[in-house]
C-alpha cells in the first residue's frame, strides 16, 4: 500500500462517525468512578408542535427524540451508541458536583472529572426530597404521618418548590388552596402546620448538615437503561400509563384530556384527544377544583386505564365525570359511557370475563361494567358512621355548590380518620375471579365476590392502603403509602407481612402504588419522594433501587414487560416542579437480580 493511499484511508477512518461514543468518568486524581449517572440527551431539540392549544395536532404521529441514562461500570467507563448529530452528557453521583460535556457527532471518547461536593448547603439541594422530608420535624410522629399522607399524594414534599421560604401566613393561603384541590388535612393540622412548615424548613435550610443523604448506588446499575420519551409540558399532569397489546404505551394526560401513545420502538408519538360535550363547564364536575390552574384543557380528568384481552380496547377512568371512556386504538375512536351514578372513577382493571371494574372514590363504590350488555351495576361499601353515609349520599350537590364558588371544602370539619371520604382507590383481581379494593382513608380492603356480589371487608393492620396488585398465586401486595412500607396479604391464610423499603432516611418515603413481575416473582414500587424505583425479589427478600434521571421524579403506575422490562412516568401534579418542567414516559431496562 502507497503511503499516500494509506494517509488517505486514515482520513476516511477519522472522518467517519464512530458506531459509540465512550465517556470516562474520574475523580479529582483521576481515579475511575463507578456507579455515575450519565444522561445523554440532544444538544439540541426540535421546536415542539402546539397547534392544538399548546401541544400536538391529535391523530398526526410524530417522533421525538429520547433522552438514554446509563451507569458507569467498575472502570468508570459508560458507552452509548452514536447518535449522528451533537449530544450533550450530564453526569450525577450523589456527594458529587454534576457535571456536563457535549460530544460532537462522531466523536468516539471523552472524559469528564467530578469534584466532591464539599459545600454543605449545596450537597443537601441535589439530594431528593426524601432527604428532606424524613428530616423535617413536625412535632410528633402521628402528625407528620399524616402530613405524608394527606400533602404528599400530587407532588413531592421536601423538594426545592415545597421547602422554599414561606411565612406562615403564605403557608396558610397555599393549605386552603390544596384543601379546595382535595387534600383531607384534618382541621387541627391545617391550623397547626403553617407555623411548623414554615419554621421546619427554614431550620433545616440554615443547617443543611442535618439533611443525611441516601445510601450510595448499587454497582449492579451497571449495564441498565433508562430511556425518557417526553410528552406534555409543563401544564401537563400524565397520570397512570398502559402497555398495550401492541407494544405501544398510552400515558393519560389527567389536565389536558390527551392519551399519549408511544411506540417505544420507532419513538413515535401520536396524540389521542379525548372529546367533550357540548355545554361541559372546564373541570367537569369538579370545576372548582382548577380554577386557579394556569391552564388547562379539561372536562374529563382523565386518570386511570386497562385494556380488554379480547378486542383490545382500552378503558379510562374520567375523575371529573360519571361515565367510563372508551378507546379503540385500532381506529383511534372513542365511546362515552354514561354510568347513570357514582362519583370520581378512579383505578380501573379488566377481569378474565371482559368485565371493565373500577373505584368511584367519592362515592364510596364500585362499579362493574358489562360490555356484553353496556350495563353498569354499582357496589356499595359500609360507611363508618351516619355522618359518613351523610357525606357520600350529598357528595355530588357539594361539589356543585364548589363549582358555584362556595369554599365548602375550607369550611367543613375534617378529622385524621377522614371521616366522612374513605376512598376506595386502588382495585385488583385475583386469578379466582375475586375483585379486591383499597380503602385509602378508612385503611381497609373489600372483596367482592362478582357471581353473588357479596361484599366482605378486612381491616389492614397499617395506614393508608393506596394501590395494591395481584401475584401469580393471588396474594394482594399492597402500598402503605404514609409508612414507607409495603404489604404482603394472603387471602387464604389472611395474614400480613410488612416489608420496609429500603429508603434512607428511614420512614421518608411515600409508596404511590406498585406493579408484581408475575413471572420472575419481583413487585416493583414507585419511590415519589426519592426520585427511584425500588424492586423486591420475593424469593429472596432482596431488594434494588432504580434511581430515575430526572429530579422530582414523582411517579404513580407502573407496567411491566413480558421480558422484565418496567414503565412509569413522571406524574407530579404539577408538572413544573419536574427538572426541565419536562413529564417523561420513561423505560428500565436492568440486569437480572
Not at 450510595?216 to 401537563?236: H, K, N, Q, V, Y
Not at 393519560?252 to 357540548?278: G, L
Not at 383490545?312 to 372513542?334: M, N, W, Y
Amino acid at each position: 500500500m502507497s503511503a499516500r493511499l494509506f494517509t488517505s484511508l486514515l482520513m476516511v477512518l477519522a472522518a467517519a462517525p464512530a458506531s459509540a461514543a465512550t465517556l470516562s468518568v474520574v475523580d479529582e486524581s483521576g481515579a475511575p468512578l463507578a456507579t455515575a449517572m450519565v444522561r445523554e440527551m440532544p444538544a439540541t431539540r426540535a421546536p415542539a408542535d402546539t397547534r392544538d392549544g399548546g401541544y400536538p395536532l391529535p391523530a398526526q404521529p410524530f417522533v421525538v427524540e429520547t433522552d438514554v441514562t446509563r451507569f458507569t461500570d467498575a472502570a468508570g467507563r459508560v458507552r452509548f451508541d452514536d447518535r449522528g448529530r451533537a449530544v450533550r452528557l450530564l453526569v450525577r453521583k450523589p456527594g458529587w458536583r454534576e457535571a456536563g460535556i457535549e460530544l460532537a457527532p462522531g466523536q468516539a471518547e471523552a472524559r469528564v472529572a467530578l469534584q466532591r461536593e464539599t459545600d454543605a448547603a449545596k450537597r443537601a439541594e441535589a439530594l431528593p426530597a426524601n432527604a428532606w422530608l424524613g428530616a423535617l420535624d413536625l412535632g410528633d410522629g402521628q402528625r407528620k404521618r399524616h402530613f405524608q399522607l394527606q400533602c404528599g399524594f400530587c407532588h413531592q414534599q421536601g423538594n426545592a418548590q415545597t421547602r422554599a421560604e414561606r411565612s406562615p401566613d403564605e403557608w396558610r393561603t397555599l393549605i386552603k388552596r390544596m384543601v379546595r384541590y382535595g387534600s383531607r388535612l384534618s382541621s387541627a393540622d391545617q391550623k397547626a402546620l403553617p407555623e411548623l412548615l414554615s419554621s421546619g424548613w427554614r431550620a433545616l435550610r440554615e443547617h443543611p448538615e442535618r439533611v443525611a443523604g441516601p445510601a450510595d448506588w448499587d454497582a449492579a446499575l451497571a449495564g441498565s437503561t433508562l430511556t425518557e420519551w417526553p410528552i406534555g409540558d409543563a401544564m401537563s399532569q400524565q397520570h397512570d400509563q398502559l402497555l398495550g397489546r401492541n407494544g405501544h404505551v398510552y400515558v393519560a394526560d389527567n389536565i389536558q384530556d390527551r392519551v399519549w401513545e408511544v411506540d417505544p420502538a420507532t419513538n413515535r408519538v401520536t396524540v389521542h384527544k379525548i372529546p367533550h360535550r357540548e355545554g361541559e363547564p372546564p373541570g367537569g364536575l369538579l370545576a372548582a377544583r382548577l380554577k386557579e390552574f394556569p391552564r388547562h384543557d379539561s372536562t374529563s380528568n382523565a386518570h386511570s386505564l386497562a385494556q380488554s384481552e379480547r378486542d383490545g380496547h382500552i378503558f379510562i377512568t374520567p375523575s371529573a365525570q360519571q361515565r367510563l371512556v372508551e378507546f379503540d386504538p385500532a381506529s383511534g375512536a372513542f365511546t362515552l359511557h354514561d354510568i347513570g351514578g357514582g362519583f370520581y372513577p378512579h383505578t380501573i382493571r379488566v377481569d378474565a370475563q371482559d368485565r371493565v371494574w373500577f373505584t368511584l372514590a367519592l362515592s364510596n363504590q364500585v362499579a362493574m361494567f358489562e360490555r356484553s350488555t353496556r350495563r353498569f351495576t354499582l357496589y356499595d361499601l359500609p360507611a363508618r358512621g351516619l355522618r359518613e353515609r351523610l357525606t357520600v349520599a350529598l357528595i355530588k350537590p357539594i361539589f356543585k355548590l364548589m363549582s358555584w364558588g362556595v369554599p365548602l371544602s375550607n369550611w367543613l370539619p375534617v378529622d385524621r380518620l377522614s371521616t366522612g371520604v374513605p376512598l376506595p382507590y386502588g382495585i385488583a383481581v385475583t386469578p379466582d375471579g375475586s375483585v379486591w379494593v383499597s380503602r385509602l382513608h378508612a385503611d381497609d380492603l373489600a372483596r367482592i365476590d362478582p357471581s353473588s356480589g357479596a361484599v366482605t371487608m378486612v381491616p389492614v393492620p397499617f395506614a393508608g392502603p393506596r394501590r395494591l396488585r395481584s401475584d401469580a398465586d393471588g396474594n394482594l401486595w399492597i402500598t402503605a403509602f404514609p409508612e414507607s412500607a409495603i404489604y404482603r396479604y394472603e387471602p387464604a391464610a389472611q395474614r400480613f407481612t410488612r416489608f420496609e423499603l429500603p429508603v434512607l432516611p428511614k420512614g421518608s418515603e411515600t409508596p404511590y402504588a406498585l406493579n408484581v413481575d408475575k413471572r420472575r416473582g419481583i413487585v416493583w414500587v414507585n419511590g415519589n419522594q426519592s426520585d427511584s424505583l425500588y424492586a423486591l425479589d420475593i424469593a429472596s427478600g432482596n431488594w434494588r433501587r432504580v434511581p430515575l434521571p430526572r429530579r422530582v421524579a414523582f411517579t404513580r403506575d407502573i407496567e411491566i414487560a413480558a421480558d422484565g422490562t418496567v414503565y412509569t412516568s413522571t406524574s407530579s401534579f404539577p408538572s413544573w416542579h419536574v427538572e426541565d418542567g419536562q413529564p417523561t414516559l420513561i423505560r428500565v431496562q436492568t440486569k437480572a437480580p
